[in-house]
């Protein structure tokens, strides 16, 4: 399966949210990073139907997707970052809805047969009679990802999956995302960078509505190596640096702080050293260029 987006363009007054947008997306796990503003949201509102684009095209295996929107809806699933339910329903309840809007036929067995299956999945099985307002965050974001997963789609649209989540949350929803991946077209939307150092095939990165690339975490950290550095300093020239580099990280050591700071500067001295890249730092070097 692939789904393209082909120079996608969506503009609010004089200014564009996502500006000339081509890409090609194949079965697998693509991490989307990008600021606020970026235009995240505005992409997954276009291929979910929220918003119309306002120029360009997307294709479904070579297909128009103007053309074959029924065929395009039955393989989309979609995890939205805000937590929708009311606190009144039940996790079962709330699964049925979403079967219900997905054309699933909610008295059939099969129906109940693949909510079985879902729960099992999600490790929700024992909670299905729970009210919203009894579920805590994390499996709240598990409900969200079970109702994504209904009907089997082959493309997964997930909006921070992993928001609000405790690091033992977060590699769990981690885990589930990466055991979907097989077969399935998986885009995945997140501030946290880990998450998609971890897990994705490769990283689209958006700056402002445009497009910066869409390469393999490798790739990328290839192309960032000797950028990046760790300065060892004392409080006292903590601030000149923060206003002379871009810092991607700063950890207390026992005779001072270690800065790492990304530059296009060839750095070197007693307190200095080159240090391999991380998909963080990339974030850093491209989005506050």
Request: aromatic share 8%.
């Amino acid at each position: 399966m692939e789904l393209e987006l082909s120079h996608i363009r969506k503009q609010y007054g004089k200014n564009y949210a996502l500006d000339d947008v081509t890409i090609p997306f194949t079965e697998n796990i693509f991490g989307i990073l990008g600021a606020n503003g970026a235009g995240k949201s505005t992409l997954f509102k276009i291929l979910t139907g929220n918003i119309s684009k306002y120029s360009g095209d997307i294709y479904l295996d070579g297909e128009k997707t103007d053309v074959c929107k029924e065929a395009f809806r039955r393989n989309l699933g979609y995890m939205p970052q805000e937590v929708v339910g009311y606190p009144w329903m039940k996790v079962q309840d709330f699964l049925e809805y979403f079967a219900v809007l997905k054309g699933m036929p909610v008295r059939k067995k099969s129906t109940q047969l693949e909510i079985d299956r879902i729960l099992e999945k999600t490790n929700l099985k024992e909670h299905r009679y729970k009210r919203f307002s009894e579920l805590s965050g994390g499996m709240k974001r598990r409900v969200l990802f079970a109702q994504a997963l209904l009907a089997d789609p082959r493309i997964l649209i997930l909006d921070e999956p992993t928001a609000g989540l405790d690091p033992k949350e977060r590699i769990s929803m981690r885990n589930m995302i990466a055991e979907e991946s097989k077969g399935r077209i998986i885009l995945l939307a997140t501030h946290i960078v880990s998450d998609i150092e971890c897990i994705a095939y490769q990283v689209v990165l958006l700056k402002k509505g445009k497009l910066l690339g869409c390469k393999k975490p490798q790739e990328w950290l290839e192309e960032l190596h000797g950028h990046v550095y760790e300065l060892m300093c004392d409080y006292n020239e903590m601030e000149d640096l923060q206003k002379r580099y871009r810092i991607s990280n700063i950890r207390q050591e026992m005779n001072g702080l270690a800065m790492r700071v990304v530059t296009d500067e060839k750095l070197s001295g007693k307190n200095i050293s080159m240090v391999e890249p991380t998909i963080e730092d990339v974030y850093i070097y491209y989005l506050e260029k």
